[in-house]
């Protein structure tokens, strides 16, 4: 049985991110595996024990800021399963959380899981819109849309190149660079929000061989087919390419 962890559904689900874990879930019993989606609350004690991924979603600010309190006494446990290879996925505002720190101004900084390197960093002001990035991961471009008030800091390598819509990572002079995204290890962080393993199959194949090569040491998933979201994700990026002039 493979279990995918959903950290605070009912906090973090602003933009309908619970599609994420079930056509994850769907995916994965196409390639012959049994899945179960463990869903936890603020309320509940965070064992990542048995985990073989771990998704948080988006949600308002102040609802970043409650999980985050709930999540830090597990710190530890967090790091010990990125270590482990454990695939996690953390999107939209939830991005911020695995940051080693969330700046609200000069002197108000919060603690984050500190599972990348980076600083998250909030501002007064809000960036939101249609979105189409690059990516090292995969010859696809990413997909989706943005809404959020703030970004990255101190991102090496950012996992995505902007080709249109916002960015979400700052250079360490505070400039805005065409980037987003990061990546450490099996641990995943991007503003992108929403439904995005839905919008784009080809992250959701990734994502599924990434559990089953921890899981089984390879993966083949081969067995997962092509359905409507395939076409849709062409559609989409077709016109996101016009938009941008491509």
């Known amino acids: 049985m493979i279990r995918l962890l959903y950290l605070y559904p009912d906090l973090l689900n602003l933009y309908g991110e619970y599609a994420n874990l079930l056509v994850l879930k769907r995916a994965l019993g196409q390639t012959g595996e049994e899945a179960e989606i463990v869903a936890v609350s603020p309320a509940d004690a965070v064992s990542l024990t048995g985990a073989d991924f771990v998704y948080m979603g988006a949600g308002a600010e102040k609802r970043i800021a409650v999980a985050g309190e709930a999540l830090r006494p597990y710190r530890g446990e967090f790091h010990a399963a990125a270590e482990s290879g454990v695939p996690m996925l953390f999107t939209g505002s939830a991005a911020e959380l695995t940051a080693q720190e969330l700046r609200h101004s000069e002197d108000h900084t919060e603690s984050g899981l500190g599972l990348t390197e980076c600083i998250a960093v909030r501002t007064a002001g809000r960036e939101l819109g249609d979105i189409l990035y690059a990516s090292p991961l995969d010859e696809h471009l990413l997909a989706g849309f943005i809404n959020k008030s703030g970004f990255l800091k101190g991102v090496a390598s950012p996992l995505f190149t902007v080709r249109f819509g916002p960015g979400g990572i700052l250079a360490e002079d505070g400039t805005e660079l065409p ?22 199959p080809w992250l959701k194949r990734r994502m599924a061989a990434l559990i089953l090569e921890r899981k089984h040491g390879h993966a083949d998933i081969s067995g997962i087919a092509d359905d409507y979201s395939d076409k849709g994700y062409e559609i989409t990026v077709g016109e996101l390419l016009k938009r941008a002039g491509r």
Do not use: D, H, K, S
Request: aromatic share 10%.
């Open 179 to 200: 980037a987003e995204g990061i990546r450490n290890g099996n641990v995943f962080a991007t503003y992108a929000l929403g439904p995005i393993l839905a919008r784009n």
